[in-house]
T-cell receptor, first 117, second 114 residues
């Protein structure tokens, strides 16, 4: 079974600075997808970014980028120019890409990010 | 706004009772997923339906059941409720059932069992 680990329960960043949120995962599969979801105080789950394991290039979405290290099974999220609206809980998630596999997302425990003005 | 709607937003009930949570997927989406978010268990997959049929099951209790109707909305039924069932229940949807599809989440239903 796949597992996702987010070992840092909380992080803090100064507004306009850069912060990196860590995530590691364990799987025996070679093809999968990784996601970062944001959960603000409204509790809505918002997709931030996704990465296909077969792609070597790291995904980027505006101020959000990932550092995907497949061999190390590491998938960190970098937030540049942090804004007050980035304050939220962030979840790392895994999904198998194996044909016939369960389409479920497996989530980490999440990390609470606070942004200092 | 993801396009996925869930009702009700909040639900307060007593132990032993039964409740029904409703989800309407994004227009055109055939797959619906249910997740439970609790303090002790985190976010867990419960069940998936695709075009009216159960497709996958996760850590769903026998007291819980779900279905997807011909109009593609889905309902999650929770019965014989216990204090530990208090949680945020999310519905997510995706276009089909392909591995590359992104799941879009609704706003959730917050259930409090007293």
């Amino acid at each position: 079974a796949q597992t996702v680990t987010q070992s840092q329960p909380e992080m803090s960043v100064q507004e306009a600075e850069t912060v990196t949120l860590s995530c590691t995962y364990d799987t025996s599969e070679s093809d999968y997808y990784l996601f970062w979801y944001k959960q603000p105080p409204s509790r809505q789950m918002i997709l931030v970014i996704r990465q296909e394991a077969y792609k070597q290039q790291n995904a980027t979405e505006n101020r959000f980028s990932v550092n995907f290290q497949k061999a190390a099974k590491s998938f960190s999220l970098k937030i540049s120019d942090s804004q007050l609206g980035d304050a939220a809980m962030y979840f790392c998630a895994y999904r198998s890409a194996r044909t016939g596999a369960n389409s479920k997302l497996t989530f980490g425990k999440g990390i609470t990010l606070s942004v200092r003005p | 706004d993801s396009g996925v709607t869930q009702t009700p937003k909040h639900l307060i009930t007593a132990t032993g009772q039964r409740v029904t949570l409703r989800c309407s997927p994004r227009s055109g989406d055939l797959s619906v997923y249910w997740y439970q978010q609790s303090l002790d268990q985190g976010l867990q997959f419960l069940i998936q339906y695709y075009n009216g049929e159960e497709r996958a099951k996760g850590n769903i209790l026998e007291r819980f059941s779900a279905q997807q109707f011909p109009d593609l909305h889905s309902e999650l039924n929770l019965s014989s409720l216990e204090l530990g069932d208090s949680a945020l229940y999310f519905c997510a949807s995706s276009t089909g059932d392909l591995v590359g599809e992104t799941q879009y989440f609704g706003p959730g239903t917050r259930l409090l069992v007293l």
